[in-house]
């Protein structure tokens, strides 16, 4: 949740050289103040950091931790914002906000950069409607630039999303709030996870195991793209995951204004699987301009090379006469147990697409594995689990061993239940709450069938009877 304007800095407040004169915006990771710098006479935006999860303000401004525990975990954090602020600073580039000074008062840091008034990207959307390629060019391109900028000082924006461009008054872009979700020290999922946004993150984003890196901002900035073309924002990774239903910008009758290098590019950069999109901005700009599906074609050839995973040759999928493939339940457990080790909640989500697609136990390894971002944890994975192929007594396609019942019909379910659980769930799993409350109402014939739904994710079984209980004595079983 955003830090409340409670916890802000009153205006008239002094730091150093700078007096606050307004809250501009507040978000999970700190504030963002309208400041006037006394000794140059000019306005300043200053941004405090203030990790709502771990700290608040106490007494006489200070920045405290909530327990006295986290003091170690505060301190950390301060560092860390310190350290890449500093990266950030050494950019010097017209579309990426500038970074003027950094300094530490109150417990905590400050990052002092220029003001950009303007319009944000989303708000000239919906004034401008549907862009043409080539306005729409004049944006993206520069933003490549920043980006790019950016990306070789080692620096990821991991939130871009239209409210984070903003357009100058000459109509050039500049890219805001860079860093946000690096803040916080790794292991703290509801942290990390807080600052995913829907529709514009990658699927690496949404656990601590993601193999990040400049492609998650392509694939953000794409999702952007596609949304002004559009109007609609990208189908949730995760959802994709289960079963990618997003139209193909270069399949879309309405798009024929733009030409098909330029969209054949933002669906190269919106593939889910990182390894399958453009490394770095610049690739990626390539793409965009006349002749761009040569260059996606060469980069793909080139990279070919270099598989995520130890994989052997996939072996077709079964016939309408041919056994279907069940695994033994304790050894899925326990493949699913380590996933979840790696990609957090989002495990059992591979899992259940693993499994509608895997032919074998060992192609079902392959699939499962290629969600694990770091090399050597997805080669630990296939080595420990690849090799154990057992299955279950097969069932047929053609002569099911079970009979044929008419399913359940689902239940339709009040939007404030929904709503209710999502915010539940989602302090134990984060954002991703509410794709499981979505699928889960889905399937479920009755709300006691969706409270045992949505419980199963949890996995832990103390917080599963704890869901379960919460949620039978809030909207009861009827």
């Known amino acids: 949740m955003p830090v409340s304007a409670a916890h802000a800095l009153v205006p008239g407040h002094e730091l150093l050289e700078y007096r606050i004169d307004a809250l501009l915006a507040s978000g999970p990771f700190g504030l963002t103040y309208l400041a006037h710098d006394m000794q140059m006479n000019a306005r300043v935006a200053i941004r405090e950091y203030l990790p709502i999860g771990i700290a608040a303000r106490g007494r006489d401004s200070m920045i405290e931790p909530l327990f006295p525990r986290e003091g170690d975990l505060l301190r950390q954090a301060v560092a860390r914002f310190l350290e890449e602020t500093r990266l950030l600073a050494a950019v010097r580039h017209p579309n990426v906000l500038r970074v003027s000074r950094l300094f530490e008062a109150n417990g905590t840091a400050y990052m002092v950069t220029d003001y950009e008034p303007g319009t944000t990207l989303y708000d000239w959307r919906a004034r401008a409607g549907c862009p043409s390629q080539n306005a729409l060019s004049r944006i993206l391109l520069p933003v490549l630039d920043g980006l790019q900028a950016m990306h070789e000082a080692g620096v990821l924006h991991r939130d871009l999303k239209p409210t984070k461009i903003r357009l100058r008054a000459d109509g050039a872009p500049v890219i805001l709030d860079f860093g946000a979700a690096h803040h916080v020290p790794t ?244 954002a991703i709450a509410k794709i499981v409350i979505k699928r889960c109402a889905s399937h479920a014939k009755n709300k006691g069938d969706l409270y045992e739904r949505i419980a199963v994710e949890l996995e832990d079984p103390v917080r599963t009877r704890k869901f379960l209980a919460w949620a039978e004595s809030r909207y009861g079983l009827r």
């Open 187 to 430: 292991g703290r999922l509801r942290d990390a996870t807080v600052q995913v946004t829907l529709g514009y993150a990658p699927l690496e984003a949404y656990y601590s195991g993601g193999k990040r890196g400049p492609w998650s901002d392509l694939y953000s900035l794409a999702g952007i793209v596609y949304w002004v073309i559009t109007g609609e924002r990208p189908q949730e990774a995760p959802e994709r995951l289960l079963g990618d239903t997003m139209p193909k910008l270069a399949s879309l009758p309405d798009a024929s204004q733009y030409t098909p290098d330029f969209l054949a590019a933002l669906d190269w950069a919106l593939e889910l699987d990182a390894d399958k999109r453009p490394r770095e901005a610049q690739i990626f700009k390539r793409a965009l301009a006349p002749g761009g599906r040569e260059v996606a074609d060469m980069v793909r050839t080139m990279t070919s090379h270099e598989p995520r995973a130890i994989r052997t040759a996939p072996t077709p999928a079964p016939g309408p006469d041919q056994a279907e493939f069940v695994p033994d339940t304790e050894l899925l457990a326990s493949a699913k147990h380590e996933l979840a080790r790696h990609l957090g909640p989002i495990a059992n989500m591979v899992v259940k697409k693993a499994l509608s697609e895997a032919s074998d136990w060992r192609d079902f390894c392959n699939r499962a594995a290629s969600q694990i971002g770091d090399e050597s944890a997805r080669q630990s994975f296939l080595e420990q689990f690849s090799g154990r192929d057992r299955q279950l007594p097969a069932t047929s396609h053609a002569q099911p061993a079970h009979a044929v019942v008419a399913p359940a019909p689902v239940a339709a379910f009040d939007a404030e239940l929904l709503a209710g659980l999502e915010a539940e769930l989602a302090t134990y799993l984060g």
